[in-house]
């Protein structure tokens, strides 16, 4: 096989980072956070604790390279020091699982937009036996799963034999017989998830699966490798499966997400711009990886966001994404993969349709919208021709089942304050339904949403924000087109599923007719999410109901459950009380992580009603800190960001730095 050019500072580099030299510390470590970020990432598959672990590493590596003593060592010492993190991790969740077993189930619950998986499969364009080897990842037990993250790179050339061995600190003939034990769990992983793609799929398999909620994992890799490794029908395309290792070769690594900021960690480190891994820094881990494990590095407070406290060993460095300098860490990678790019990019967004000053456009109910027209009505839940709204989760539809009945206003319009004043939390978890209006792009970055979505499988007009991410969606029957589902792919690593089917203002679809697209949204190959109905996901027979139930018969994947809630009560303990006894209804019916994609208070029952801006403001603060408690819930997006100055409604923004009672609470929310 022809030579592989590694990534990676050179040995001149290190020296002179050794040394002392600002700029060349500055470029070790930029170039070192993609080796680290793919073991990492490969060895937790994604958890939402890749990004800390990684740092954490960094941190380390800049400590002690003073007394790295032989620079040619470097690439080794970091590996080893990757590996020995990761474990790190591993053993604070088995403590953790000690203490609470309620925790430990949070923990386990990966994060859709954090699987390495499904990254890998989206960002390298991969052929279908690549793909199967990503997928196949995720059947794996942690072990297997650290020891293929250095495996893999050592078959893509990031790594040599001797890397491997020495980060795993064992003889090279033990290695050898951990390498190869592996890679049977592999290759029986990979027949796995070949056999549950099958259409149609084996009885004798589709039985064994009935009671399986979906979701990979080593346990239920062995109860339904009992069926496959007998079954002549699963193992019958045995014979096609390619070595791991050609198909693995001349793969690049996977790019760095920007919430990796190599410029911020030297900067906590070394606030006073003197050697991290000086003086005035605490001691760090030797060529040996053997540093303190309780020592955080003089790191600020946590970080915001819906990962939960860990010990100190693992302290976050990070307050919120940060990009600039060398910190922006670009992978060029050649198109070795039957001539994809390796990170798909946004489309260039054309200028949105022009919006009177200060007036809010809701979204429409055209399927498959460029983004939703602005037409100077009031917002409604859900794109919709009128201002249609969807019921409470708690009432069910008023007759008219539109909001073209007269609205009754319980409050005079949203107070508004600048939205520049006002500290500002951003999380993960916290997202935002968004459409065009004056000022929509300051207004997005301002309110703190770690995501946002528009209805749409794209954004044109809508800039996305450093620290967001967008998320697209298939709204309806004729929105699944080569085209939407095209780019949909680009935008992102999943995917949201059809919009409040059982409305007939919004995509109003049957069960048979969502099941009937069902299989093209899984062939895009994102994380996807259900279709969100708009109430009644908890109902035993309710359309959300039959349409897992035949999704189940019919072996088609759903990653997680959408949902949207609308609260007729606006007493805030009660309002809360009945949106998480509503969410934990539908967890204890589906055991699937759940998106909650649309909620606020708005009484449907009587035409539409809003509360006061100070109930809104304070059942955002409220539910806010409920959701994050609820460890089965992965996402939440409020409705929405755009306010009409001149009414009441649910929204945060009445333009571009105007925030609303509501606005600043969620701005403050983490």
Same mark, same amino acid.
């Given at each position: 096989?022809?030579?592989?050019?590694?990534?990676?500072?050179?040995?001149?580099?290190?020296?002179?980072?050794?040394?002392?030299?600002?700029?060349?510390?500055?470029?070790?470590?930029?170039?070192?956070?993609?080796? !680290?970020?793919?073991?990492?990432?490969?060895?937790?598959?994604?958890?939402?604790?890749?990004?800390?672990?990684?740092?954490?590493?960094?941190?380390?590596?800049?400590?002690?390279?003073?007394?790295?003593?032989?620079?040619?060592?470097?690439?080794?010492?970091?590996?080893?020091?990757?590996?020995? *993190?990761?474990?790190?991790?591993?053993?604070?969740?088995?403590a953790a699982l000690d203490r609470s077993a309620r925790l430990e189930e949070a923990e386990a619950i990966p994060d859709p937009a954090l699987d390495f998986a499904g990254l890998t499969v989206l960002r390298l364009g991969l052929t279908e036996q690549r793909r199967e080897i990503a997928e196949a990842t995720r059947w794996l037990d942690p072990d297997d799963r650290e020891l293929l993250a250095l495996w893999w790179l050592k078959e893509t050339g990031e790594l040599e034999q001797a890397d491997l061995v020495a980060a795993l600190g064992l003889s090279s003939g033990h290695a050898a017989v951990r390498t190869g034990r592996m890679k049977k769990q592999l290759d029986l992983s990979r027949l796995l998830v070949r056999a549950l793609a099958a259409d149609p799929r084996c009885p004798?398999?589709?039985?064994?699966? /009935?009671?399986?909620?979906?979701?990979?994992?080593?346990?239920?890799?062995?109860?339904?490798?009992?069926?496959?490794?007998?079954?002549?029908?699963?193992?019958?395309?045995?014979?096609?499966?390619?070595? %791991?290792?050609?198909?693995?070769?001349?793969?690049?690594?996977?790019?760095?997400?920007? &919430?990796?900021?190599? /410029?911020?960690?030297?900067?906590?480190?070394?606030?006073?711009?003197?050697?991290?891994?000086?003086?005035?820094?605490?001691?760090?881990?030797?060529?040996?990886?053997?540093?303190?494990?309780?020592?955080?590095?003089?790191?600020?407070?946590?970080?915001?966001?819906?990962?939960?406290?860990?010990?100190?060993?693992?302290?976050?460095?990070?307050?919120?994404?940060?990009?600039?300098?060398?910190?922006? !860490?670009?992978?060029?990678?050649?198109?070795?993969? !039957?001539?994809?790019?390796?990170?798909?990019?946004?489309?260039?967004?054309?200028?949105?349709?022009?919006?009177?000053?200060?007036?809010?456009?809701?979204?429409?109910?055209?399927?498959?919208?460029?983004?939703?027209?602005?037409?100077?009505?009031?917002?409604?839940?859900?794109? %919709?021709?009128?201002? &249609?709204?969807?019921?409470?989760?708690? +009432?069910?539809? &008023?007759?008219?089942?539109?909001?073209?009945?007269?609205?009754?206003?319980?409050?005079?319009?949203?107070?508004?304050?600048?939205?520049?004043?006002?500290?500002?939390?951003?999380?993960?978890?916290?997202?935002?339904?968004?459409?065009?209006?004056?000022?929509?792009?300051? %207004?997005? /970055?301002?309110?703190?949403?770690?995501?946002?979505?528009?209805?749409?499988?794209?954004?044109?007009?809508?800039?996305?924000?450093?620290?967001?991410?967008?998320?697209?969606?298939?709204?309806?029957?004729? &929105?699944?087109?080569?085209? /939407?589902?095209?780019?949909?792919?680009?935008?992102?690593?999943?995917?949201?599923?059809?919009?409040?089917?059982?409305?007939?203002?919004?995509?109003?679809?049957?069960?048979?007719?969502?099941?009937?697209?069902?299989?093209?949204?899984?062939?895009?190959? *994102?994380?996807?999410?259900?279709?969100?109905?708009?109430?009644?996901?908890?109902?035993?027979?309710?359309?959300?109901?039959?349409?897992?139930?035949?999704?189940?018969?019919?072996?088609?994947?759903?990653?997680?459950?959408?949902?949207?809630?609308?609260?007729?009560?606006?007493?805030?303990?009660?309002?809360?009380?009945?949106?998480?006894?509503?969410?934990?209804?539908?967890?204890?019916?589906?055991?699937?992580?759940?998106?909650?994609?649309?909620?606020?208070?708005?009484?449907?029952?009587?035409?539409?009603?809003?509360?006061?801006?100070?109930?809104?403001?304070?059942?955002?603060?409220?539910?806010?800190?409920?959701?994050?408690?609820?460890?089965?819930?992965?996402?939440?997006?409020?409705?929405?960001?755009?306010?009409?100055?001149?009414?009441? +409604?649910?929204?945060?923004?009445?333009?571009?730095?105007?925030?609303?009672?509501?606005?600043?609470?969620?701005?403050?929310?983490?």
């Open positions: 096989m022809p030579h592989t050019r590694r990534s990676g500072p050179d040995s001149a580099t290190v020296t002179a980072a050794r040394a002392g030299d600002r700029q060349a510390l500055e470029h070790l470590v930029a170039q070192s956070l993609p080796l !680290v970020y793919n073991i990492v990432g490969r060895a937790l598959n994604g958890h939402a604790d890749t990004d800390d672990v990684v740092q954490e590493t960094l941190l380390r590596t800049v400590r002690g390279l003073p007394d790295l003593r032989d620079p040619a060592a470097f690439r080794s010492w970091l590996v080893a020091i990757a590996v020995r *993190q990761v474990r790190n991790r591993q053993q604070d969740r088995a004798g398999l589709a039985e064994t699966a /009935a009671t399986w909620d979906g979701t990979p994992g080593p346990l239920w890799r062995k109860r339904l490798a009992r069926h496959v490794r007998d079954c002549g029908r699963c193992t019958g395309g045995r014979g096609e499966l390619l070595p %791991a290792e050609r198909l693995l070769y001349g793969l690049p690594l996977l790019a760095v997400p920007p &919430s990796l900021d190599p /410029a911020r960690i030297l900067a906590a480190l070394a606030p006073d711009g003197t050697h991290p891994g000086g003086p005035s820094g605490p001691a760090g881990d030797g060529p040996s990886g053997d540093g303190p494990s309780g020592s955080s590095g003089g790191a600020p407070g946590g970080r915001s966001g819906h990962r939960r406290p860990r010990s100190a060993r693992t302290k976050p460095l990070l307050s919120k994404p940060v990009l600039g300098g060398v910190a922006a !860490v670009a992978l060029v990678a050649a198109a070795v993969l !039957v001539g994809t790019e390796l990170a798909p990019g946004q489309d260039a967004a054309p200028a949105a349709a022009p919006v009177p000053a200060g007036a809010v456009a809701p979204p429409t109910a055209a399927e498959a919208p460029a983004l939703p027209v602005p037409d100077g009505t009031s917002p409604s839940p859900s794109p %919709a021709p009128s201002d &249609s709204s969807s019921p409470s989760s708690s +009432s069910p539809p &008023s007759p008219s089942g539109s909001a073209s009945a007269s609205a009754s206003v319980s409050a005079s319009s949203p107070a508004a304050a600048p939205a520049q004043q006002n500290p500002v939390a951003t999380s993960a978890r916290k997202g935002v339904g968004v459409w065009s209006f004056t000022g929509v792009n300051q %207004a997005l /970055a301002a309110s703190g949403a770690g995501w946002y979505y528009t209805w749409a499988p794209q954004h044109p007009g809508i800039t996305t924000p450093a620290s967001a991410s967008f998320v697209p969606m298939i709204w309806g029957a004729s &929105s699944v087109t080569d085209a /939407a589902l095209a780019q949909a792919r680009a935008n992102g690593p999943y995917l949201l599923g059809f919009n409040e089917p059982d409305m007939a203002a919004q995509s109003n679809m049957t069960v048979d007719r969502a099941l009937e697209l069902w299989p093209k949204l899984m062939q895009a190959g *994102q994380t996807l999410g259900s279709p969100a109905v708009a109430y009644g996901a908890d109902t035993p027979g309710g359309w959300l109901d039959r349409f897992m139930t035949g999704a189940a018969a019919k072996g088609y994947r759903v990653d997680f459950i959408t949902l949207h809630w609308y609260g007729g009560d606006f007493r805030t303990p009660q309002a809360v009380q009945q949106l998480t006894s509503y969410l934990e209804a539908v967890h204890q019916r589906y055991h699937k992580p759940i998106w909650l994609t649309e909620y606020a208070l708005i009484d449907f029952s009587q035409g539409t009603r809003f509360p006061t801006a100070d109930q809104q403001a304070a059942f955002v603060t409220a539910s806010t800190k409920a959701l994050d408690a609820l460890p089965y819930l992965q996402r939440y997006a409020w409705f929405g960001l755009g306010a009409d100055p001149a009414k009441p +409604s649910s929204g945060l923004f009445t333009d571009g730095t105007t925030a609303t009672a509501a606005g600043r609470a969620y701005q403050a929310a983490r």
